[in-house]
């Protein structure tokens, strides 16, 4: 009786020190929450405050990227207005219509010395010729601020071009792009809480955006005016940000307006003195720290509620410890026993492992009373690897199973190759652990398994794929399209599918100019180039020759249909010279998009013919044939 009621007093002591330690902790994690909530929002809010940064770089990149495009296409243009007998003339109208088909120009153009102008309607008439006289005799590229066009009453800027002959200025070529291009790109990829404006340095609007969360609503008020209606924090003033701005540099800052705050980023955009503003609103950040808040506090909630639940499963479990005790140890044995059957009957190679020492026994029979065996001594991946048993390349693989054996952890078997009597096999290592400082397994041998493995990966990848590109032959490609043209039939698609055809312009002229050798070369880089033209879920293949084929997959509209389509066509115009000779080769593309019930090889047919179209009118283009006609 009296030691039952020492070993009750015990069980009591021991119980009300583990509530005390976990009453304790409780205290603690609730302490050092409240402490940490202002350090979890502020970096919550560095972390936003870096991403429209992100965003600031990203819309600065595209437009600086559409701006490089143009000019560079409009100074392409020089070396062929230059050949020209007269530079006005009717001739200049097909090249006028290549440079706005090209390009995101409404209208391109053309005007010499004298004023005279012409655009790619073949529309002619006489301008002023003060203003862009002075742009021209500077010989630079000249961006003009935005104005609204005549013809499409829309919001442009005049992107030019001087045109220049044996060192003399003869005129300029030029072409209006909408603002409204840009803002529709970064629009369609950017998050749809972030928004951005682009202004001047007067404060004038360049841009407005369409989201929904922007605030600029009255269209004729300068963005300074429009600041000054809001309410600044952290010391930031429309004067420092006027004064920034003058300076040409960047910053960030915090402003609420009727009941909204938004955390704005600005930096200067390269062009004209224009400045890029991107902003988000704080009630999606704020949103988001008050989510992890109250997650966080309904777990505190529930840990506390549980504790309690521990606290009376505590001392019922420490009655009945040693009786589960004792069972798990007969279990165990049983186990153990069945284990060494088991492995007397094996084929393959036992082993003990001593965990507390590092050490293995290494069985050579089946029968362990007996056995021959071998010990290492030093199993660590170290040794291993300077001993030889394993491959070099193969040590991290192996340290990181050996490091959760050693921990007594569960592992799934390894397939390495160790090295034993003077030769490599593959084997298969099995591994159950016993206890804390011991573990039993078995070596399977996997070399022909291996082999078999490797053979059939061999084999797939060379029956499915080019061998001179790397994409995918014609029979896996058709196979691969006609599964997704029955998707089509049986699913309402979210978007287009559609099938490229491209061919590749002068590719004979390159192999009987400048040999077989490097018009393989040539086919190699124009593979490499779809691939990083495309995405990772749209599918790429060589028919044959030089003749190559896209399936881009659920494009949002016709729109991205076109833009895939220029990005292609111009990530291939390459150049290849040997031998002081020099050929540029570009691609015609033939494009059909996908519909219900049609087949491939309707699909092809219709894609074929608009490659012909392509081709016919001078190639290094595309075409998209048009929908519901054979």
Not at 357 to 382: F, H, M
């Amino acid at each position: 009786m009296g030691e039952q009621k020492k070993n009750g007093w015990k069980m009591a002591s021991w119980a009300l020190l583990v509530t005390g330690v976990i009453v304790f902790a409780i205290i603690n994690i609730l302490v050092v929450f409240f402490c940490y909530s202002r350090h979890i929002h502020r970096k919550i809010l560095d972390q936003n405050m870096e991403q429209i940064g992100n965003v600031s770089d990203y819309v600065v990149r595209i437009i600086r990227n559409e701006m490089k495009h143009c000019i560079e296409t409009l100074e392409v243009s020089e070396e062929i207005f230059s050949r020209q007998r007269e530079l006005i003339s009717p001739e200049s109208v097909d090249q006028l219509i290549q440079i706005r088909d090209k390009t995101g120009f409404t209208i391109a153009g053309l005007m010499d010395r004298d004023g005279n102008a012409i655009d790619d309607t073949g529309t002619g008439w006489q301008v002023d010729q003060t203003g862009f006289l002075k742009v021209m005799d500077r010989g630079e590229v000249f961006i003009s601020d935005v104005f609204t066009s005549e013809r499409q009453h829309m919001d442009q800027i005049l992107v030019m071009v001087p045109l220049e002959t044996a060192g003399q200025i003869q005129g300029a070529v030029w072409g209006q792009y909408p603002i409204s291009f840009i803002t529709d790109i970064i629009d369609q990829e950017m998050d749809f809480d972030l928004y951005f404006q682009i202004v001047d340095d007067k404060g004038r609007y360049i841009s407005r955006s369409q989201n929904e969360n922007a605030l600029a609503t009255e269209r004729d008020m300068l963005l300074w005016e429009e600041m000054e209606r809001y309410e600044y924090l952290e010391g930031d003033t429309v004067e420092k940000v006027k004064e920034k701005v003058e300076n040409y540099q960047s910053g960030m800052l915090y402003f609420q307006y009727g009941g909204q705050g938004r955390y704005v980023s600005y930096q200067p955009l390269g062009i004209n003195n224009w400045y890029v503003f991107s902003a988000m609103p704080s009630d999606q950040l704020n949103g988001y720290v008050n989510e992890i808040q109250g997650l966080s506090l309904d777990m505190l909630l529930w840990f506390s509620l549980s504790v309690a639940l521990v606290v009376g499963v505590v001392i019922l479990l420490a009655y009945e410890g040693n009786r589960r005790i004792s069972q798990k140890n007969r279990e165990l044995a049983i186990k153990n026993q069945l284990f060494r059957i088991v492995m007397d009957k094996t084929q393959d190679t036992p082993f003990e492992l001593d965990l507390a020492a590092g050490r293995v026994k290494i069985y050579r029979s089946r029968c362990q009373d007996d056995a021959e065996y071998d010990v290492l001594e030093n199993i660590t991946p170290e040794a291993m690897t300077d001993r030889g048993y394993i491959q070099k390349k193969d040590r991290g693989v192996y340290e990181h199973f050996y490091r959760k054996v050693i921990c007594g952890l569960e592992v799934e078997p390894l397939v390495l190759q160790l090295k034993a009597d003077g030769a490599w096999e593959w084997n298969r290592i099995h591994v159950l652990t016993v206890d804390e400082t011991s573990a039993v397994g078995f070596l399977e041998g996997y070399t022909e398994q291996m082999d078999q493995k490797h053979k059939l990966e061999t084999i797939s990848r060379k029956t499915r794929t080019d061998a001179l590109t790397g994409l995918y032959n014609r029979e896996t490609f058709v196979e691969a399209v006609e599964e997704r043209l029955k998707t089509i039939q049986d699913l309402e698609t979210a978007g287009l599918d559609a099938l490229f055809i491209l061919d590749l312009d002068h590719f004979k002229t390159l192999n009987d100019t400048l040999g077989h050798m490097m018009g393989d070369q040539a086919l190699k880089q124009a593979g490499a180039n779809l691939r990083f033209s495309i995405r990772k879920t749209d599918l790429a293949g060589r028919l044959g020759g030089d003749e190559f084929v896209l399936f881009l997959e659920e494009l949002p509209d016709l729109f991205a249909l076109e833009q895939c389509a220029k990005k292609v066509n111009k990530a291939l115009l390459m150049s290849w010279e040997r031998e002081q000779k020099r050929v540029d080769i570009s691609a015609s593309v033939g494009i059909a998009i996908a519909e219900r019930g049609m087949a491939f090889k309707e699909l092809y047919e219709k894609a074929d013919q608009a490659l012909y179209e392509v081709k016919r009118h001078g190639r290094n283009g595309y075409r998209i044939a048009e929908q519901g006609k054979p």
